[in-house]
């Protein structure tokens, strides 16, 4: 069916100059941005976003890093949108991401990479709500 997801180009790819790179990626795949602005969080905005890992061990690292540079953020609209997009970053660790994914190609590691995709339909909801709004 016709999804939208929540993507984010982490401050890794960004200061990698991949942006236009991996927004080929997308298009290429039939997923159309049709919501996008680049943002510097703020710790609370960070801490906000990933509130569902906030008991997980690498929480301070994980928002430490997603304050370090300028993000990415889009929403992504096409047919099955939130599982092609999980196809096309591969695996959360880049070392275990199949080759041509974009983690396999611009990560470097679990926390720098590269991108974020909504995990399931109610995440997508709430995660483009959380930066768009309604
Ligand atoms: P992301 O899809 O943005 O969601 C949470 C992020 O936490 C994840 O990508 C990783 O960058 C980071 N992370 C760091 N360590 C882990 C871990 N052990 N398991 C899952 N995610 C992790």
């Known amino acids: 069916s016709l999804e939208r997801t929540l993507s984010i180009i982490k401050p890794d790819a960004v200061a990698k100059n991949v ?3 991996i927004y080929t990626r997308f298009e290429k795949a039939g997923l159309k941005i049709v919501a996008a602005r680049m943002a510097q969080l703020s710790r609370e905005e960070a801490e906000g976003f990933y509130a569902v890992h906030r008991e997980r061990p690498f929480f301070g690292a994980l928002v430490e890093f997603m304050i370090s540079g300028p993000v990415m953020i ?4 096409g047919e099955n949108a939130i599982a092609r997009n999980r196809e096309l970053m591969g695996a959360t660790n880049p070392k ?5 994914t974009i983690r396999a190609d611009f990560a470097d590691s679990i926390d720098a990479n590269a991108v974020h995709g909504s995990d399931g339909a109610d995440t997508a909801k709430n995660e483009i709500a959380y930066f768009f709004g309604a």
């Open 96 to 100: 275990d991401a199949a080759p041509g």
């Open 19 to 21: 942006i236009g790179e």
């Open 74 to 77: 889009q929403v992504l609209e």
